[in-house]
C-alpha cells in the first residue's frame, strides 16, 4: 500500500497514520521526522534544510523533494509507504507524481480526513503536549489523570503557540490556500478517498480502512 494522508490541521492525520502503517505493514514517514533526522545526522540535506530554517526562512520545496525521494529509497519501502505531511502543495505533488512513476511504484490511493472548522478549531485549542515526551492530550477528549501534568512521565503539559485561537484560523486559511488544491489534483487521478474525521480514534481507523479496501 503506497498512500498519502491529507486534510486540515487537527483532522487528526498523525493519530491515524500510527494505526494505518500498524494496520498496512508500512513506514510512517512524516516530513517533519525527515527533516530532523537529516539535521540531526549532519547529512547535506540535513545542512541546507538548517540555513534556511536558522535564517527563519521556509525550506524550498526543492529541498523538501530531495529529502523524501531519499527516503524513499530505504529498503523498509519496499511493500508502500505512508506520507504524512507530504505533498503541501501542487508542485510538490507533480514531483511526486514523476518521481513514483520514474522508480515503478505509483500511488495506491490518497486518503482526505475532513472535518467542519469549528470542530477542528476546538480540537487544536483543547490540546496540550507534554514539555518533556511530547506525548499528546487534550482538555476534553483525552484528559491526564492530574491537571497539567502527564501520565506517561510527570512533565508539564503546556498549549503550543500554534494552537492559540487566532493562529488556528491563520493556519486553516494557509491551508485551503496551498494545500487544498492538491485534493482536486488527487481526484482527476482517481485516487481520492474522503473520509470524516468526526468520531473516536477507532470509529476513524475503521472508516479509513473500510475506504481503502
Known sequence: MRLILVGPPGAGKGTQAVHLASH???PHISTGDIFRENIKGG??????????????NLVPDSVTNEMIADRLTNPD???????????????????????????????DAVLE???DNDALIKRL??????RSCSTPFHVDFEKPQVEGVCDRC???????????????????????????????YYKEKNLLRSISAEGSVSEISA???HALQ
Open 24 to 26: 498496512f505493514a508500512i
Open 43 to 56: 547529512t547535506e540535506l540535513g545542512k541546507l534544510a538548517k540555513s534556511y530554517t536558522d535564517a527563519g
Open 77 to 107: 519501502t519496499v511493500n508502500g509507504f505512508l506520507l504524512d505531511g507530504y505533498p503541501r502543495n501542487i508542485g510538490q505533488a507533480e514531483y511526486l507524481h514523476n518521481h513514483l512513476s520514474e522508480i515503478n511504484k505509483p500511488l
Open 113 to 115: 480526513f475532513t472535518l
Open 125 to 130: 485549542a483543547g490540546r496540550r503536549v507534554c
Open 154 to 184: 510527570g512533565g508539564e503539559l503546556y498549549q503550543r503557540a500554534d494552537d492559540q485561537e487566532d493562529v488556528i484560523s491563520h493556519r486553516l486559511n494557509v491551508y485551503v490556500e496551498q494545500t487544498e488544491p492538491i485534493i482536486n
Open 207 to 209: 472508516r479509513a480502512i
